[in-house]
């Protein structure tokens, strides 16, 4: 049920488009997040402790394939249940998060439509205590290599993103934590890790 979020907005998701009958309307996506996003959030908030996990993977597969203008106005409600979802156990959950999440902090610059810099860094400032150490645990998950880069990806964003003088209590426990990924079996794993620890170490105030 988490993935099915995921798996009806994907494009062709499910055989749910024109290629396969079915009639297509524009905005359609547009149209699943703007009713679901309100019941998945809702849905989270009284949920019990053991099954909250469910609520934040099942966001995080739908937002993956929502176009970006439209979550865009719901930035500071999404933002913070994508950190959560970033510590999520379960896989699908997570890859879909740190996606989502790379898409935000790294802008397409062919995009017509981004979130400022300004705007996306005030709001990961309130959590990132939360956020650096999910993401050095999706840095070393084994068996989950998309998670790996991901993480790493958006670990390496942070330098250039947050202010220097919130990211330095972080600077020891990142810079340290990393060495396990210098070794990590995929070469590109080890590329990444190399790259995010550069940043980290070159940031300056």
Known sequence: ?????GKVAASGGWGLSAKFGCVEKPLWRQKL??????????????????????????LANLLVHIPRAAVEPDLPKVLPLLVQAIKANQPSAQSAALS???????????????PGASTVASLLQGHLVTLVSGLLEGARMRGQIKVRCLSLD?????????????????????????ADCLSDHKR????????CRNAWYMMEG
């Open 1 to 5: 049920a988490v993935e099915a979020y």
């Open 100 to 114: 989502l999440l790379s898409a935000l902090i790294r802008p397409d610059p062919a995009a017509k439509s981004s």
């Open 154 to 178: 958006c670990l390496s964003a942070l330098p250039p993103l947050i202010p220097f003088s919130s990211l330095f209590p972080h600077r020891h426990l990142v810079t340290a934590s990393l």
């Open 33 to 58: 997040y703007t009713r679901e996003m309100p019941r998945l959030v809702e849905g989270y908030k009284n949920a019990p402790a053991d099954t909250k996990g469910h609520y934040l993977g099942a």
């Open 188 to 195: 590109c794993v080890r590329a990444r890790a190399a790259e």
